[in-house]
């Protein structure tokens, strides 16, 4: 058993921690113990699958019904497994807390950001604007800049990162004893890594609160835990101190997790092909509406139209065939704005064209026969992927006008399958049944089966472990030169953007800040934003 930090007592412990499938016994996780002491911080690492999610909600009661766990798991003495949903539920969000992975599917859809932060603080009996100021003072701690402005706002109006610091405020309302924090920079831009995690630290040093940490980012771990646990295949492999498990790691698997080379990008192709430009953006603009004032009158709002927020200012971009452009930027940036619009997923202005067809004034039914040529995989593919559809319908559903078989279907669909790297056996499953990282392979999948000329990729890395990272870029480089795909790859980890792109296009609050090779513009950045933001993955 690993004892954290002998001189503190122990909130969190587990022992002989097991969880299996109870139709076919499947063990996904195997004997885990541990001891989580007052103001330390705990990380579990490992690869998408390794069992480190479905262990943080074992801990809170969370497991999906079809799943049997054994073992013990014991808060401040007291046995969890054996409590009532009733029991449990006066410990779980008030004596530990959890900041969920995706924060798209864990945040009501239907509420407001402030009426889902507030839920929990009208029940300490806090005055409604006691718990506005609470809520406001949380959000400014996690890095919304003017919180103000988005306390009526849905989460579908905040970007993937700002919805990712909401949930980790609303983690931190109860004051809890432990927080568990199961990947919570995922979304983040990576000059908010350090600020958060410094944010939470502080937190846990003025509270004296424990800290389960969950996260493929390894310098993260490194900086932040006092502890590692290294889990592969549900079974820990190595666990001990920070200091010892990264100075001297006994298992191979550990040290190709610290292993940080991901390779390099691949040169555009030297033919004819190279001055063929796949996409052209002209003044590329995106405008959204906000809301009026509510001071002013319905005839001041009849007489006047609603103020606009430029979300992407006119940009001019020109990206050849077999080429990758990486898409970096702060969150919020207008990263994901700019792909949607490429897309034609929202409405913008200016004028693109896709291998010479002008798209945006296309109607949706002239657009249809293109949209084949070009394919978006999405940031968060829980949300992304049908809940109620198999793997093989979601992965075919594209091609069911150009492959009415099924049977011809399903082989198409078990082969791009295998070029994701997934087997025959996930065919038949469901969303639902796989690890975050296997989700966004199938997502992948279901863009690739379309045979696309441009893939949109708009953080597809970002749920996924450093060695999933390294052996899906692999991937991405080989059907880059095996197909000649061009490549819009949107990310906040610059090292990953290296990897695959040949240029690079800096965003920072929808303006363009520089566009370079890749090369150059982490050797000669020209912008001081630029330079920070290489700071910051390099540290």
């Not at 990712?164 to 908010?192: C, F, H, K, N, Y």
């Not at 290294?230 to 101190?241: A, I, P």
């Not at 070009?374 to 075919?396: H, K, M, W």
């Not at 863009?447 to 597809?460: F, G, S, V």
């Amino acid at each position: 058993m690993l004892s954290i930090q002998n001189n503190h007592k122990t909130v969190l412990s587990t022992k002989n921690l097991s969880i299996r499938t109870e139709t076919d016994s499947n063990l996904l996780l195997n004997n885990l113990s541990f001891e989580l002491k007052e103001g330390c911080t705990l990380a579990l690492v490992g690869e998408s699958g390794s069992g480190k999610s479905i262990t943080a909600l074992a801990l809170l009661g969370l497991l999906p019904s079809g799943l049997k766990v054994s073992g013990e798991v014991c808060f401040e003495g007291q046995s969890l497994l054996p409590l009532s949903d009733n029991e449990i539920c006066k410990i779980r969000g008030h004596k530990i807390a959890i900041v969920f992975q995706e924060s798209m599917s864990a945040l009501n859809p239907l509420h407001t950001i402030e009426k889902q932060l507030s839920q929990v603080l009208r029940l300490s009996g806090l005055r409604k604007k006691e718990i506005q100021q609470r809520i406001l003072t949380l959000l400014d701690q996690v890095g919304m800049t003017a919180p103000e402005q988005y306390l009526d706002r849905y989460p579908h109006e905040l970007s993937g990162g700002q919805r990712q610091r909401v949930m980790i405020a609303m983690a931190l309302v109860g004051d809890p004893d432990v927080l568990i924090a199961d990947e919570p920079t995922t979304a983040l831009d990576v000059i908010l890594h350090r600020p958060l995690l410094d944010l939470m630290k502080h937190l846990q040093q003025t509270c004296n609160m424990a800290l389960l940490l969950i996260s493929h980012d390894l310098n993260l771990i490194r900086q932040y835990s006092d502890d590692v646990i290294v889990l592969k295949s549900g079974r820990v492999l190595e666990q001990g101190s920070t200091h010892a498990i990264f100075d001297q790691p006994q298992h191979e698997y550990t040290k190709l997790l610290i292993d940080d080379d991901l390779g390099s990008a691949c040169s555009v192709f030297l033919d004819d092909n190279k001055t063929i430009p796949v996409l052209e953006l002209k003044k590329l603009n995106v405008n959204y509406p906000m809301k009026h004032d509510p001071s002013t009158t319905f005839w001041e709002r009849l007489r006047h139209k609603p103020p606009f927020f430029e979300a992407l200012k006119p940009l001019d971009l020109i990206l050849s065939q077999g080429e990758s452009l990486g898409i970096v930027g702060e969150s919020g940036s207008g990263k994901t704005s700019f792909a949607l619009a490429v897309a034609r997923l929202i409405a913008s202005s200016g004028e693109i064209l896709l291998d010479g067809h002008s798209i945006n004034a296309l109607s949706e039914s002239a657009l249809r026969p293109l949209r084949p040529h070009f394919q978006i995989v999405f940031q968060d593919p829980f949300a992304s992927l049908n809940p109620r559809l198999t793997i093989e319908n979601i992965v075919g559903e594209g091609v069911e006008a150009s492959i009415p078989s099924k049977v011809k279907r399903r082989q198409v669909v078990a082969d791009v399958l295998r070029k994701v790297e997934l087997n025959d056996t996930f065919i038949d499953r469901y969303p639902h049944e796989l690890s975050g990282g296997q989700r966004q392979r199938v997502a992948l999948a279901r863009a690739l089966i379309m045979q696309p000329k441009l893939l949109i990729l708009d953080e597809p890395t970002s749920a996924l472990d450093r060695t999933t990272q390294r052996a899906l870029v692999t991937l991405l480089r080989k059907l880059q030169i095996e197909n000649q795909l061009s490549y819009l790859f949107i990310s906040h980890d610059l090292s990953l953007v290296r990897a695959l792109c040949q240029r690079i296009l800096v965003l920072r609050q929808g303006q363009m800040v520089e566009c370079q090779e890749t090369e150059l513009l982490f050797s000669q950045p020209k912008a001081i934003y630029t330079q920070k933001l290489i700071a910051a993955t390099m540290h």
